[in-house]
C-alpha cells in the first residue's frame, strides 16, 4: 500500500514540474478580499405542511463565500442546511448576487438573491429549485460584520416557502493571486522587491479527500423510503467526503467538511460540518491532532432535526512536503435526535503554503513562489430521462459547482458539487471528483478543447442511483473571452454501475481562472 500510496505522489509530482524560472518581480499579484458569511434563518412551516406532521418552525443555517465584483456589487456561492425542527437532511446549493451600499458610518443596507437547488422532503420542494431574495442592515468593523435581513424562503418548485428573518455575522478572508496566465510558473524570491504585497507571510492550509466508515449504534434507524419503514441501522455505511483546513496558529486550524454516502443504504445521506482542530504531536514526519465538528446531517435516516457532532482524532504520516496520509477515528452524533455511529477511515492530504514569502510561524523565508493554476466555475447540467423508483423517469436540471486544478498545462483534476433544482427530484445531488485533459488555444486562442473522466457520489429524489456510486465522462469546448475568464460547453453520459441510471447530459457554464502563489521552502 505504502509502494502505491508513493507512486501516485511521484507521477503527481511529475505533472507538476516546472520547466522554467522567472524573477519574482516578473509576477503581477493581485488581492481578493473576500468574505465567509454565516447566517441564521427561521422559517415557519406553511399551513399545508400540516399533514406532514412537521413542527412549525425550521432553523435553517448557512454557509456563503463572497466575492465584490465591484465597491458595491458581490457574488458568490453558498450551502444552506437545517438543524432545528425535523427535516434534518434537507441541503441546497446555490450562487449569489448582492449589492452593498454605505447609509451612514458603519452602517450598510444589503441585499441579494440566492438561486440554488435541494430538498429533503421531496414531495415538499417537488424538483428542488430554491429562490430566496432578502434585504436588510449590516454593521462593519474591521472588516467584520454582522446584520439582519427580512426574506422569503422559496422552494418554487414546490409547497416549501415562507418569508423570514435571518441573522447573519461575516468574516474577512484575503486570498492574494495573480492571472491565470501566470499559472504552472516558477519564480525565485530574491527579497529585493519593495512591494509590500511580497512582505506579508504565507497563508498555511491542508486539504484532503476522505474515505470514512460509519458503524451505527444505539436508536439509530432508517427513514420511511426503506422497507421495512423505520428499521434499526447496524449495516456499515461507506463515506467519501472533503476537507479544508486553515491554520489560526502553527498548531491550531479551522476547517470546513463535506460527506455524501455510497455504499450502506439507499443513497441520499450527507453531512457538513465546521470545526476546530489542533496538533499535540507533530514531528517531521507524523502529526497527532484532535477535531471538534458542529454542523449538519441527514437523509435516509429517520427524521430529526439535523444538528450533528463530530469529534475525532488520528494520526497522520507524510510521504513528501505536501502530500500525505492520514487515519482517524471519531463519534457521529446527531443532538437531539437518535442518528449516533463511531467512525474510522483514512485520507489523503495535500499541505500548502499560498501567498507570501515568510512561513506565517516559523517566519522561515521562502525562496521560491509556484504559481498553482485554479479555475472556479459554475455550470446549468441537463440528465434526459433519468432513471427513478417510485416515479416516473424525467430529465434533470442541476446547479453545479466546479473547482479545476491544474497538474500541468495539460492536465487537471476536478471536483463538482451538483444539486437538482427541476425535474421532480428535489433532494438529489451528486459529489464527483475526476482527471481532465485539455488541448492548446485554436482559432486565435479563442478555443480549447477538454476531455474528463469522473466518478464520485450520488442520491436523494428517488433517484435510481443504487447505493449512490456515479461515473460520468464528459468532452467540451472552452471559449475563452479573456485569460481568465472562459464559457464552457461539454457533454457526457452518466451511469450508476449499481443502479438504473444510464443517462445523456449537456453542461453549460462559465469558468474564472487565477493563479494560487505557492511558496516553497
Same mark, same amino acid.
Given at each position: 500500500m505504502k509502494k502505491v500510496l508513493l507512486l501516485t505522489f511521484?507521477?503527481?509530482?511529475?505533472?507538476?514540474?516546472?520547466?522554467?524560472?522567472?524573477?519574482?518581480?516578473?509576477?503581477?499579484?493581485?488581492?481578493?478580499?473576500?468574505?465567509?458569511?454565516?447566517?441564521?434563518?427561521?422559517?415557519?412551516?406553511?399551513?399545508?405542511?400540516?399533514?406532514?406532521?412537521?413542527?412549525?418552525?425550521?432553523?435553517?443555517?448557512?454557509?456563503?463565500?463572497?466575492?465584490?465584483?465591484?465597491?458595491?456589487?458581490?457574488?458568490?456561492?453558498?450551502?444552506?442546511?437545517?438543524?432545528?425542527g425535523d427535516q434534518g437532511g434537507l441541503f441546497t446549493l446555490g450562487v449569489n448576487l448582492g449589492v452593498n451600499l454605505p447609509i451612514y458610518k458603519n452602517l450598510y443596507f444589503d441585499a441579494n438573491v440566492h438561486f440554488g437547488g435541494g430538498?429533503?422532503?421531496?414531495?415538499?420542494?417537488?424538483?428542488?429549485?430554491?429562490?430566496?431574495?432578502?434585504?436588510?442592515?449590516?454593521?462593519?468593523?474591521?472588516?467584520?460584520?454582522?446584520?439582519?435581513?427580512?426574506?422569503?424562503?422559496?422552494?418554487?418548485?414546490?409547497?416549501?416557502?415562507?418569508?423570514?428573518?435571518?441573522?447573519?455575522?461575516?468574516?474577512?478572508?484575503?486570498?492574494?493571486?495573480?492571472?491565470?496566465?501566470?499559472?504552472?510558473?516558477?519564480?525565485?524570491?530574491?527579497?529585493?522587491?519593495?512591494?509590500?504585497?511580497?512582505?506579508?507571510p504565507a497563508v498555511k492550509s491542508v486539504q484532503q479527500i476522505t474515505f470514512d466508515y460509519f458503524f451505527p449504534i444505539g436508536d439509530s434507524r432508517s427513514d420511511a423510503s426503506t422497507t421495512p419503514q423505520y428499521y434499526p441501522l447496524?449495516?456499515?455505511?461507506?463515506?467519501?467526503?472533503?476537507?479544508?483546513?486553515?491554520?489560526?496558529?502553527?498548531?491550531?486550524?479551522v476547517y470546513a467538511h463535506v460527506d455524501a454516502m455510497y455504499a450502506g443504504l439507499t443513497a441520499g445521506f450527507m453531512d457538513l460540518f465546521f470545526g476546530i482542530g489542533k496538533n499535540f504531536v507533530e514531528t517531521r514526519y507524523v502529526n497527532f491532532f484532535a477535531k471538534m465538528g458542529i454542523g449538519a446531517a441527514g437523509g435516509r435516516i429517520y427524521p430529526?432535526?439535523?444538528?450533528?457532532?463530530?469529534?475525532?482524532?488520528?494520526?497522520?504520516?507524510?510521504?513528501?512536503?505536501?502530500?500525505?496520509?492520514?487515519?482517524?477515528?471519531?463519534?457521529?452524533?446527531?443532538?437531539?435526535?437518535?442518528?449516533?455511529?463511531?467512525?474510522?477511515?483514512?485520507?489523503?492530504?495535500?499541505? &500548502?503554503?499560498?501567498?507570501?514569502?515568510?512561513?506565517?510561524?516559523?517566519?522561515?523565508?521562502?525562496?521560491?513562489?509556484?504559481?498553482?493554476?485554479?479555475?472556479?466555475?459554475?455550470?446549468?447540467?441537463?440528465y434526459f430521462d433519468v432513471a427513478k423508483f417510485g416515479i416516473p423517469y424525467s430529465n434533470l436540471q442541476l446547479i453545479g459547482l466546479k473547482v479545476q486544478y491544474d497538474l500541468n498545462h495539460r492536465f487537471y483534476l476536478?471536483?463538482?458539487?451538483?444539486?437538482?433544482?427541476?425535474?421532480?427530484?428535489?433532494?438529489?445531488?451528486?459529489?464527483?471528483?475526476?482527471?481532465?485533459?485539455?488541448?492548446?488555444?485554436?482559432?486565435?486562442?479563442?478555443?480549447?478543447?477538454?476531455?474528463?473522466?469522473?466518478?464520485?457520489?450520488?442520491?436523494? &429524489?428517488?433517484v435510481d442511483s443504487g447505493e449512490g456510486i456515479l461515473v460520468r465522462p464528459t468532452v467540451g469546448i472552452n471559449y475563452h473571452v479573456s485569460n481568465d475568464l472562459s464559457f464552457n460547453l461539454a457533454g457526457g453520459q452518466m451511469w450508476s454501475p449499481f443502479g438504473n441510471v444510464n443517462s445523456t447530459n449537456i453542461n453549460i457554464g462559465l469558468s474564472y481562472g487565477l493563479s494560487i502563489l505557492n511558496a516553497k521552502k
Amino acid at each position: 500500500m505504502k509502494k502505491v500510496l508513493l507512486l501516485t505522489f511521484t507521477i503527481i509530482s511529475y505533472f507538476q514540474a516546472y520547466s522554467q524560472t522567472y524573477n519574482l518581480s516578473d509576477l503581477k499579484p493581485k488581492e481578493l478580499h473576500n468574505n465567509i458569511r454565516l447566517n441564521y434563518i427561521l422559517v415557519h412551516q406553511p399551513d399545508e405542511l400540516v399533514s406532514y406532521n412537521l413542527q412549525p418552525t425550521m432553523g435553517f443555517v448557512g454557509l456563503n463565500y463572497n466575492i465584490p465584483l465591484t465597491d458595491w456589487l458581490y457574488t458568490g456561492a453558498g450551502f444552506h442546511t437545517a438543524i432545528t425542527g425535523d427535516q434534518g437532511g434537507l441541503f441546497t446549493l446555490g450562487v449569489n448576487l448582492g449589492v452593498n451600499l454605505p447609509i451612514y458610518k458603519n452602517l450598510y443596507f444589503d441585499a441579494n438573491v440566492h438561486f440554488g437547488g435541494g430538498g429533503g422532503y421531496r414531495s415538499l420542494v417537488n424538483g428542488g429549485g430554491i429562490l430566496y431574495p432578502n434585504a436588510g442592515l449590516q454593521y462593519k468593523k474591521n472588516g467584520y460584520s454582522f446584520g439582519v435581513q427580512y426574506g422569503y424562503v422559496n422552494f418554487f418548485t414546490g409547497i416549501q416557502k415562507n418569508d423570514n428573518v435571518s441573522f447573519f455575522i461575516e468574516i474577512p478572508t484575503l486570498l492574494r493571486t495573480s492571472s491565470y496566465a501566470n499559472a504552472q510558473k516558477a519564480f525565485t524570491v530574491n527579497n529585493k522587491s519593495k512591494d509590500e504585497f511580497w512582505k506579508k507571510p504565507a497563508v498555511k492550509s491542508v486539504q484532503q479527500i476522505t474515505f470514512d466508515y460509519f458503524f451505527p449504534i444505539g436508536d439509530s434507524r432508517s427513514d420511511a423510503s426503506t422497507t421495512p419503514q423505520y428499521y434499526p441501522l447496524t449495516n456499515t455505511l461507506s463515506i467519501l467526503g472533503f476537507e479544508y483546513q486553515r491554520y489560526l496558529t502553527e498548531d491550531t486550524f479551522v476547517y470546513a467538511h463535506v460527506d455524501a454516502m455510497y455504499a450502506g443504504l439507499t443513497a441520499g445521506f450527507m453531512d457538513l460540518f465546521f470545526g476546530i482542530g489542533k496538533n499535540f504531536v507533530e514531528t517531521r514526519y507524523v502529526n497527532f491532532f484532535a477535531k471538534m465538528g458542529i454542523g449538519a446531517a441527514g437523509g435516509r435516516i429517520y427524521p430529526e432535526n439535523g444538528l450533528t457532532i463530530y469529534p475525532n482524532a488520528g494520526f497522520d504520516v507524510k510521504v513528501t512536503d505536501n502530500f500525505g496520509v492520514s487515519a482517524h477515528g471519531g463519534y457521529h452524533r446527531s443532538v437531539g435526535g437518535t442518528f449516533e455511529a463511531y467512525t474510522a477511515g483514512f485520507s489523503l492530504k495535500y499541505y &500548502g503554503l499560498s501567498g507570501g514569502i515568510k512561513d506565517p510561524f516559523s517566519k522561515e523565508e521562502i525562496t521560491e513562489i509556484k504559481t498553482q493554476g485554479i479555475q472556479l466555475g459554475v455550470q446549468n447540467q441537463t440528465y434526459f430521462d433519468v432513471a427513478k423508483f417510485g416515479i416516473p423517469y424525467s430529465n434533470l436540471q442541476l446547479i453545479g459547482l466546479k473547482v479545476q486544478y491544474d497538474l500541468n498545462h495539460r492536465f487537471y483534476l476536478a471536483g463538482e458539487a451538483s444539486f437538482a433544482y427541476e425535474g421532480e427530484s428535489g433532494g438529489y445531488a451528486h459529489g464527483i471528483f475526476g482527471l481532465g485533459l485539455k488541448s492548446n488555444k485554436f482559432f486565435n486562442d479563442k478555443f480549447s478543447a477538454f476531455l474528463e473522466t469522473s466518478a464520485g457520489v450520488a442520491g436523494g &429524489g428517488r433517484v435510481d442511483s443504487g447505493e449512490g456510486i456515479l461515473v460520468r465522462p464528459t468532452v467540451g469546448i472552452n471559449y475563452h473571452v479573456s485569460n481568465d475568464l472562459s464559457f464552457n460547453l461539454a457533454g457526457g453520459q452518466m451511469w450508476s454501475p449499481f443502479g438504473n441510471v444510464n443517462s445523456t447530459n449537456i453542461n453549460i457554464g462559465l469558468s474564472y481562472g487565477l493563479s494560487i502563489l505557492n511558496a516553497k521552502k
